[in-house]
């Protein structure tokens, strides 16, 4: 025994007794007109129960108010029953998130959309004190002329005081008008913007604001010649540049020594480089070097990580790991001692993640100052990242002393600027830009005319205050933003409040809803009003209209849409929400319900007439009807009619008993027709469909047209039934024959060839057309397509202007001394035997003369000559006899008359190529080969001609398929770079092939390489060079040709205009904050 299920054991198990007594209760008011009380508590079910605990709402009884709202610690996705956390956030953004605990804790910068670049420029620019400092000493006269300086201090002002946890840096992007869609470099942003703030600056009246840019960030360098015979140096050697940062290469180095070594290596100039020297008067081999004349307080490292590609003319990411130390002595950098220590601390590091130069995205490691810890800037996320600055730090015993003081332990260097084993290295793959600060943070060091000078900078302390001229804007600003969270909360809590006060009402109503007792008076609501009252926030007025009926009253059909409401619960409802129509106890509508009695009734009986007659229709498609007083109907239609169950009354499908019996002239059509398969049905049968046909449909009689037993079919119908089935018996006739004529060539495969013998050429695509006709021959014989007329087709294939051969016959194949030909359904010519060829003529009315005669010519290459030269024409026989080695240097060809034209095959073959190669966004399957050599199934499949191909990845024993959506102009570059995001395999191991021959070139492109829409290729992996050392160099427009790189053209930092100076008239209005 089983054991029972219980998967609906907590299901409301349905009753038909209610079902019963109701049919009971109508059939008794049908009969005598009559309703009492009872029969109204019965009718309306207002004979149940009060629900108590159900999981869902009853339809079944008005009087179930359970499942309205969810159980107590419940919650609904939506409405009054949200969660509350999803309430509040249906409040919208809450301001009070975005504020900034502590002016200490530093503010970040909107990204608006790929402006991260010039965030982590601005917060590295911002969280130098000094710098910082400067801006904000700028007197309020200059900023009115020179808008991106004064968005730069209001930027500054708001970072400094505001009290929100980051800040729109929007008007300053605008103001430089910056394309916030595009990223750019950090590196060139900073150095074009420092140009523009250095232009800027000079017309302010306030020493240190005016060189801040050049006190802070500027040094010398000079770029030394030395004759290596004289020893003397260049007269240019003595000049000195300028310089904002040093840029340093990386590649190939994995310390920041070795990178400075290689920036201040000496270069030997000889041979066609040599140097021509004014004191030896000659050329001469001579030495380059750069010289570091002086150091700047901020000493920015730009990192070379970007590489450019003069293969491709692209940029490609140097991701290996580079070390740097958190201390850095620059002592023996200088090209002249110091006797002092140049000691620079590591402060901010530039970070590019990502693996592509064009996209990736930039954040900063910055230190504070004040505090000495370290904050990430990502936008407009801050974190505090602690005492330990970046990435991967190897520890040692190392005594650190406070206030910047020298570091003992690095003064005592040698060669070296730091030894690795008394300092903290640190090491990144993501590095871009490094920020050193001077230990000594008030001097600047001067090297001048080979003298050591410290000067002071006049820097104040790190403390800077707020300049009085932005104090007020500030104020106004965080006044603007704590009323915006004041407004929010109180939003808040008066929303929050309302949803507790609709909840306490709605649990109150529910509690009072249910009719206690059963002479109580109540009142009748729509129950999907009170539905959507029970889970609204703000619930609209009552609507009872769906539920009152014509005679606006309370229908017997809708009391499963309607609930009993105690009068005290409908006082509190109607009172506060109003709208109605109001329905009391009182309000049955007798009307409705003695309507409703009356089709109960019909319905019954036609449901008892209904499965009486059952058994008639099923016996009548057995074949038992009488032999007199039987009607015609359609068979389909009655086999429909015995499918429907539970039917009440008639119904569209009950029309219609002889439509598809019904010829176009109103008679009987004949039993041979398509669809008109019928049955015999007995008189009392045929009434009962006839009469509830014309219910459903009265003006439709040609659907319920009368054809008793004895109706003849329509005779044009018949005699054209007739004719058109001797044409079919004709056709198939003559098709059988056509099979028969040729048993061979119908089969579609290749068959021996003989030297000596006649063969005609007849086009591949008109025989697979032939084939496929004379193969169909069954009921849609006379459908079928006849293939083109042949006649027609043979005149096609020559030329009009050399009467020559413009086809070219399919390839022969030679195996075991058997020459076949290769058989296609599509392309070429396809060579069948002379008897062929004379019965296509008989069949198909085509003049023999009209035939391309063709004959097998054999060549031979038995002593390793060409067979370029004329054919040597031998017996097949004695081939056969010779050994296999000789056998397979057989060459079979195929001599045509009229010979092939090779011009406009040539031609046309041409423009096939081009347009087959002007192809976009097709596939192309691409197999990733795992071994020494690729298996022989991936060469055949990569010889073959393209085909159509799965669109899905596929996993096999040697490596995996992928498909690609490329165009004719796509590089092999550009491919390459697709198969290394889907296999992993870097473009620099990849062996590319088509077929048996490897794919070279990265610049070409697929059309250039004869690659083909459908065509497969396999790429193996050389495995020679490690993922680790090259960059993925994958964008977003990875697909499209590499665009010209615009940079800041046509923005404020790469203007030719000049800076505007006090003379100038001001603006009308003044930048916003």
Same mark, same amino acid.
């Given at each position: 025994?089983?054991k029972? @299920? #219980? %998967?609906?054991k907590?299901?409301? !198990? =349905?009753?038909?007794?209610?079902?019963? *007594?109701?049919?009971?209760?109508l059939r $008794?008011?049908?009969?005598?007109?009559?309703?009492?009380h009872?029969d109204?508590c019965?009718l309306?079910?207002?004979?149940?129960?009060?629900c108590?605990?159900?999981?869902?709402?009853?339809k079944?009884?008005p009087?179930?108010?359970?499942?309205?709202?969810?159980?107590?610690? @419940? #919650? %609904?996705?939506?409405?009054?029953? !949200? =969660?509350?956390p999803?309430i509040?956030? *249906?409040?919208?953004?809450?301001?009070? $998130?975005?504020?900034?605990?502590?002016?200490?804790?530093?503010a970040?910068l909107?990204?608006l959309?790929?402006?991260?670049y010039?965030?982590?420029?601005?917060?590295?620019?911002?969280?130098?004190?000094?710098?910082?400092?400067?801006i904000?000493?700028v007197?309020?006269?200059?900023?009115?002329y020179?808008?991106?300086l004064? !968005?730069?201090?209001r930027?500054?002002?708001?970072?400094h005081s505001?009290?929100?946890?980051?800040?729109?840096s929007a008007p300053?992007?605008k103001?430089?008008?910056l394309?916030?869609?595009?990223?750019?470099d950090s590196?060139?942003f900073?150095?074009?913007?420092?140009?523009?703030?250095?232009?800027?600056?000079?017309?302010s009246?306030?020493p240190?604001a005016?060189?801040i840019?050049?006190?802070?960030?500027?040094g010398?360098?000079?770029?030394?010649?030395?004759c290596?015979?004289?020893?003397k140096?260049?007269?240019?050697?003595?000049?000195?540049?300028?310089f904002y940062?040093?840029?340093?290469n990386?590649?190939g180095f994995s310390?920041?020594?070795?990178?400075?070594?290689d920036y201040l290596?000496?270069?030997?100039?000889?041979?066609?480089?040599q140097y021509?020297?004014?004191?030896?008067?000659?050329r001469v081999d001579?030495?380059?070097?750069?010289k570091?004349?002086?150091l700047?307080?901020?000493?920015?490292?730009?990192?070379?990580r970007?590489?450019?590609l003069?293969?491709?003319t692209t940029k490609?990411?140097?991701?290996?790991?580079?070390?740097?130390?958190?201390?850095?002595?620059?002592?023996?950098?200088l090209?002249?001692p110091?006797?002092?220590?140049?000691?620079?601390?590591?402060s901010a590091?530039?970070?590019?993640?990502?693996?592509a130069?064009?996209s990736?995205?930039?954040?900063?490691?910055i230190?504070?100052?004040?505090?000495?810890?370290w904050w990430?800037?990502?936008?407009e996320?801050?974190?505090?990242?602690?005492?330990?600055s970046f990435?991967d730090?190897?520890?040692?015993?190392l005594?650190i002393?406070?206030?910047?003081?020298?570091?003992?332990?690095?003064?005592?260097?040698g060669?070296?600027?730091?030894?690795?084993?008394q300092?903290e290295?640190?090491?990144?793959?993501?590095?871009y830009?490094?920020?050193?600060?001077?230990?000594?943070?008030?001097?600047?060091i001067?090297?001048?005319?080979?003298?050591?000078?410290?000067?002071?900078?006049n820097?104040?302390a790190?403390?800077?205050?707020?300049?009085?001229?932005?104090?007020?804007e500030i104020?106004e600003?965080?006044?603007?933003?704590?009323?915006d969270?004041?407004?929010?909360?109180?939003?808040?809590?008066a929303?929050?409040?309302n949803?507790?006060?609709?909840?306490?009402e709605?649990?109150?109503?529910?509690?009072?809803?249910?009719v206690?007792?059963?002479?109580?008076?109540?009142?009748?609501?729509?129950a999907?009003?009170l539905?959507?009252?029970?889970?609204?926030?703000?619930?609209?007025?009552?609507?009872n209209?769906p539920i009152?009926?014509?005679?606006?009253?309370?229908p017997?059909?809708?009391?499963?849409?309607?609930?009993r409401?105690?009068?005290?619960a409908?006082?509190?409802?109607?009172?506060?929400?109003?709208g109605?129509?109001?329905?009391?106890?009182?309000?049955?509508?007798?009307?409705?319900?003695?309507?409703a009695?009356?089709?109960?009734?019909?319905s019954?009986?036609y449901?008892?007439?209904r499965?009486?007659?059952?058994?008639?229709?099923?016996?009548?498609?057995?074949?038992?009807?009488?032999?007199?007083?039987?009607?015609?109907?359609s068979?389909?239609?009655?086999?429909?009619?015995?499918?429907?169950?539970n039917?009440d009354?008639p119904?569209?499908?009950d029309a219609?008993?002889?439509?598809?019996?019904?010829?176009?002239?109103?008679?009987?059509l004949p039993?041979q027709?398509?669809?008109?398969?019928?049955v015999?049905?007995?008189?009392v049968?045929w009434?009962?469909?006839?009469?509830?046909?014309?219910?459903?449909?009265?003006d439709?009689?040609?659907g319920?047209m009368?054809?008793?037993?004895?109706?003849?079919p329509?005779?044009t119908?018949?005699?054209?039934?007739?004719?058109?089935?001797?044409?079919?018996d004709?056709?198939?006739?003559e098709?059988l024959?056509?099979?028969?004529?040729?048993?061979?060539?119908?089969m579609?495969?290749?068959?021996?060839?003989?030297?000596g013998?006649?063969?005609?050429?007849?086009?591949?695509?008109?025989?697979?057309?032939?084939?496929?006709y004379?193969?169909?021959t069954g009921?849609?014989?006379s459908?079928?397509?006849?293939?083109e007329?042949l006649?027609?087709?043979?005149?096609?294939?020559?030329?009009?202007?050399?009467?020559?051969?413009?086809?070219?016959p399919?390839q022969?194949?030679?195996?075991?001394?058997i020459i076949?030909?290769k058989?296609?359904?599509?392309d070429?010519?396809?060579?069948?035997?002379e008897?062929d060829?004379?019965?296509f003529c008989?069949?198909?009315?085509?003049p023999?003369s009209?035939?391309?005669?063709?004959?097998?010519?054999?060549?031979?290459?038995?002593?390793?000559?060409?067979?370029?030269?004329k054919p040597?024409?031998?017996?097949?026989d004695h081939?056969?006899?010779?050994?296999?080695?000789e056998?397979?240097?057989?060459?079979?060809?195929?001599?045509t008359h009229p010979m092939?034209c090779?011009?406009?095959?040539g031609?046309?073959?041409?423009?096939?190529?081009?347009?087959?190669?002007?192809y976009?966004n097709?596939?192309i399957?691409v197999?990733?080969?795992?071994?020494k050599?690729?298996?022989?199934?991936?060469i055949?499949?990569?010889?073959a001609?393209?085909?159509?191909?799965?669109?899905?990845s596929?996993?096999?024993?040697?490596?995996?398929s992928?498909?690609?959506?490329?165009?004719?102009?796509?590089?092999?570059?550009?491919?390459k770079?697709?198969?290394?995001?889907?296999?992993g395999?870097?473009?620099?191991?990849?062996?590319?092939?088509?077929?048996?021959?490897?794919?070279?070139?990265d610049?070409?492109t697929l059309a250039?390489k004869?690659?083909?829409?459908g065509?497969?290729?396999?790429?193996?992996?050389?495995?020679?060079?490690?993922?680790r050392?090259?960059?993925?160099?994958?964008?977003?427009?990875?697909m499209?040709?590499?665009?010209?790189?615009?940079?800041?053209?046509?923005?404020?930092l790469?203007?030719?205009v000049?800076?505007?100076?006090?003379?100038?008239k001001?603006?009308?209005?003044?930048?916003?904050?």
């Amino acid at each position: 025994m089983s054991k029972p @299920g #219980t %998967r609906s054991k907590n299901k409301r !198990q =349905r009753t038909d007794d209610s079902d019963d *007594s109701s049919c009971e209760i109508l059939r $008794k008011v049908h009969a005598t007109g009559e309703i009492s009380h009872d029969d109204i508590c019965q009718l309306y079910l207002i004979w149940k129960p009060v629900c108590q605990g159900c999981r869902v709402n009853s339809k079944d009884s008005p009087n179930c108010f359970c499942g309205l709202i969810p159980p107590p610690n @419940g #919650t %609904r996705k939506t409405g009054l029953w !949200q =969660r509350m956390p999803e309430i509040i956030e *249906s409040l919208g953004p809450n301001p009070c $998130k975005d504020h900034r605990t502590s002016t200490d804790t530093p503010a970040g910068l909107t990204n608006l959309g790929a402006t991260c670049y010039a965030n982590s420029i601005l917060q590295c620019l911002y969280m130098n004190p000094a710098f910082r400092e400067g801006i904000f000493s700028v007197e309020p006269e200059l900023l009115k002329y020179h808008p991106v300086l004064d !968005q730069l201090a209001r930027l500054f002002a708001q970072l400094h005081s505001s009290k929100r946890a980051f800040i729109d840096s929007a008007p300053f992007i605008k103001t430089l008008e910056l394309d916030n869609g595009v990223q750019q470099d950090s590196h060139e942003f900073l150095t074009l913007f420092l140009s523009l703030l250095e232009r800027s600056l000079s017309h302010s009246k306030v020493p240190n604001a005016r060189t801040i840019v050049q006190d802070l960030f500027r040094g010398n360098v000079s770029h030394v010649t030395r004759c290596s015979i004289c020893g003397k140096e260049s007269d240019a050697s003595s000049k000195m540049e300028d310089f904002y940062e040093l840029e340093l290469n990386i590649k190939g180095f994995s310390h920041l020594d070795e990178s400075f070594d290689d920036y201040l290596n000496l270069e030997e100039l000889h041979g066609e480089n040599q140097y021509f020297c004014e004191s030896c008067g000659t050329r001469v081999d001579a030495t380059r070097s750069i010289k570091l004349r002086s150091l700047p307080s901020v000493l920015n490292l730009q990192l070379k990580r970007y590489v450019f590609l003069p293969k491709t003319t692209t940029k490609k990411k140097i991701t290996s790991s580079f070390s740097f130390p958190r201390l850095l002595n620059m002592e023996k950098r200088l090209c002249s001692p110091y006797d002092a220590d140049l000691i620079y601390e590591l402060s901010a590091i530039l970070i590019h993640k990502g693996p592509a130069v064009n996209s990736g995205h930039y954040v900063a490691h910055i230190k504070d100052e004040k505090s000495g810890h370290w904050w990430e800037f990502d936008d407009e996320h801050v974190s505090k990242l602690g005492f330990p600055s970046f990435g991967d730090s190897s520890k040692v015993d190392l005594t650190i002393q406070s206030d910047g003081q020298t570091m003992q332990s690095l003064a005592n260097g040698g060669n070296n600027a730091i030894n690795h084993t008394q300092g903290e290295i640190y090491s990144s793959t993501d590095a871009y830009m490094l920020m050193y600060t001077s230990v000594n943070k008030n001097r600047k060091i001067i090297n001048s005319t080979k003298k050591i000078a410290i000067v002071d900078s006049n820097v104040e302390a790190i403390n800077t205050p707020l300049p009085l001229h932005f104090y007020e804007e500030i104020e106004e600003l965080n006044s603007l933003y704590e009323k915006d969270c004041e407004e929010y909360q109180s939003r808040k809590d008066a929303y929050l409040s309302n949803i507790k006060e609709r909840r306490e009402e709605v649990k109150q109503m529910l509690s009072e809803a249910p009719v206690q007792s059963p002479v109580e008076s109540f009142f009748w609501i729509s129950a999907e009003w009170l539905r959507q009252w029970a889970d609204s926030v703000t619930p609209s007025s009552i609507d009872n209209s769906p539920i009152q009926c014509s005679h606006g009253k309370a229908p017997f059909s809708k009391v499963t849409s309607m609930k009993r409401l105690s009068a005290t619960a409908w006082q509190r409802v109607f009172t506060k929400y109003e709208g109605g129509p109001t329905l009391t106890s009182d309000d049955f509508c007798i009307d409705c319900l003695k309507g409703a009695a009356e089709n109960a009734v019909s319905s019954d009986d036609y449901r008892e007439k209904r499965a009486l007659l059952r058994e008639l229709a099923e016996a009548s498609l057995t074949g038992n009807h009488p032999d007199s007083g039987a009607y015609y109907v359609s068979r389909p239609w009655l086999l429909h009619w015995l499918r429907r169950k539970n039917v009440d009354s008639p119904c569209e499908a009950d029309a219609g008993p002889t439509a598809a019996l019904t010829c176009p002239h109103g008679d009987l059509l004949p039993e041979q027709a398509t669809g008109a398969k019928r049955v015999l049905v007995p008189e009392v049968l045929w009434k009962f469909f006839h009469e509830c046909a014309s219910k459903v449909k009265p003006d439709d009689l040609l659907g319920s047209m009368v054809f008793p037993a004895y109706t003849e079919p329509c005779e044009t119908c018949s005699r054209e039934l007739t004719e058109v089935a001797c044409l079919e018996d004709t056709l198939r006739a003559e098709k059988l024959r056509q099979r028969h004529n040729h048993e061979k060539l119908i089969m579609g495969k290749s068959f021996p060839l003989h030297d000596g013998c006649k063969y005609f050429l007849i086009p591949s695509s008109w025989l697979a057309q032939w084939r496929a006709y004379v193969a169909t021959t069954g009921k849609n014989i006379s459908s079928s397509i006849a293939p083109e007329n042949l006649e027609v087709i043979m005149n096609s294939l020559i030329c009009k202007q050399h009467s020559r051969l413009l086809e070219r016959p399919l390839q022969l194949l030679c195996k075991r001394g058997i020459i076949s030909q290769k058989v296609s359904n599509t392309d070429g010519l396809t060579l069948i035997s002379e008897s062929d060829w004379k019965l296509f003529c008989e069949e198909w009315k085509v003049p023999e003369s009209k035939g391309i005669l063709a004959e097998i010519a054999i060549c031979t290459n038995r002593n390793g000559g060409s067979c370029e030269k004329k054919p040597i024409m031998v017996e097949l026989d004695h081939l056969k006899e010779e050994t296999n080695d000789e056998l397979e240097e057989i060459n079979p060809l195929i001599r045509t008359h009229p010979m092939m034209c090779e011009d406009c095959i040539g031609e046309r073959e041409s423009s096939e190529l081009l347009r087959k190669l002007n192809y976009c966004n097709e596939d192309i399957c691409v197999h990733l080969v795992r071994g020494k050599e690729a298996p022989r199934s991936v060469i055949e499949a990569s010889t073959a001609a393209p085909g159509r191909s799965s669109k899905r990845s596929k996993k096999t024993s040697y490596g995996n398929s992928v498909n690609f959506k490329v165009s004719g102009t796509t590089s092999i570059y550009q491919l390459k770079m697709m198969i290394w995001e889907a296999f992993g395999v870097v473009k620099e191991n990849q062996k590319l092939h088509k077929g048996s021959a490897e794919i070279e070139g990265d610049s070409a492109t697929l059309a250039d390489k004869n690659i083909f829409p459908g065509d497969t290729l396999w790429v193996m992996d050389t495995e020679i060079y490690e993922n680790r050392d090259i960059a993925d160099e994958l964008s977003e427009s990875k697909m499209e040709p590499p665009l010209a790189e615009e940079g800041f053209r046509g923005t404020l930092l790469t203007s030719d205009v000049p800076v505007q100076g006090f003379q100038e008239k001001p603006s009308e209005e003044k930048p916003s904050l």
